[in-house]
């Protein structure tokens, strides 16, 4: 799993509450992704990132897939997919060990670290879908990024470990191996999005990103280049449809289109004067509509985006980070783009707030807004670092006495 990227290609499959989406991708000289082919399907048979239906989350990831391989005439024989549970958990692991005498650092030291961070972990029920070193300290240095190479005798970590109840990711395999596609990588829905749509000077000096779907809320807190809490809510567009719905008793496919044309997190004046035509529930004519004005779906709107964002903003100072993280909020995916949720969330959430999109890639299909393809970018973000880092360790330091062999057969071969 060093090098995700095989034969110049690499597949990203998004599996979300409300859609399935499926890129196929090249990777271009510059290191760049070129989207040869996209896939989308409506999700059935999943709940909150979680499969509820075997059967039908098969057929809907299938769809995806099949489309995506269509359309670039390649075959999808692995992926990088999300995971997106509401059990997804941050857990925070420390260890530490003794580095033998005029020995410095190795490499079998750092794994036997992390091995001894994972165990005090205890997640014996979980699958570990990340494990970050937020830090390393090596004799009361405690800004280490790399200890290997280093000389010290006492070398411990803060290990970030992001993990999964092991059910949920078996049921996610076996629907995959229906597909015929086997799991290259597992990325955490909120990291893979953060990856797509924060700037590196976010990052580092702190910023949580909220990934707005249909059934999820996904958060990562990033500070110090790190991803310090990543956790998924079960707050999403859903919950507005749902709403819509039943007070309007409308069908869901036409309160999900109401909501998407009309809707808004505030009120104003003059949406009592604008009206608009819903089908009823049951009603076999057609042509059968009944008109309101837009205020009125606005006003089953906004106690629900109220509601949403008082938990999230619950959650987020019942974490232990930084606060200057939290004071800066970007927002993606497909239910952020309410018009209003910004200057609400801003004036709510006591934070500066941008709306988020994922770094352009060549070949994005644009019958969509790019924001909802935050994740599925990540997903192919999270590719290229893994490639760039697989490099970076295929690079071998040489040691002072290859060095002095090689400048002494040059100097031979320029003077005999």
Known sequence: ???????????????????????????????????????????????????????????????????????????????IVNISSTQLKSTFAKAEIEIADNKPVSSNDVRKLIDLALQKAELSDQEIIHQLPLSYDLDGQNDIIEPSGLYGKKLSIVLHVISIPLTQIRNLSLALERCHVSIDAKVATPYASALS???????????????????????????????RYAAALPLGGLLLTKDIAQVLKTPFSDAERVKTLYGSAFLSPQDEKETLSVPLIGETEEGTLTTLPRSYLISIMVPRIEEMLELTNGYLKSQETDDYATRRIVFCGGSSLIPGLREKASAMLEAQVRMGKPLMMKGLPDFMPSTTFSTATGLLRYAANRRIHSEDKRIKPTTSSTSFIKRATKWLMQNF
């Open 1 to 79: 799993m060093s090098n995700l990227i095989k034969n110049g290609f690499v597949t990203a499959l998004d599996i979300g509450s409300t859609k399935i989406c499926c890129l196929i991708a090249k990777v271009l000289s510059d290191g760049s992704f070129h989207i040869i082919g996209s896939g989308y399907a409506q999700a059935k048979g999943i709940k909150n990132g979680v499969i509820v239906h075997l059967n039908d989350a098969t057929a809907s990831i299938q769809d995806a897939i099949m489309m995506a391989e269509e359309k670039a005439e390649r075959r999808v024989e692995s992926v």
């Open 197 to 227: 749509v924060l700037s590196e000077d976010e990052k580092e000096t702190g910023a949580t990103l909220i990934d707005i779907g249909g059934g999820n809320a996904s958060i990562a807190i990033f500070s110090g280049g790190f991803i």
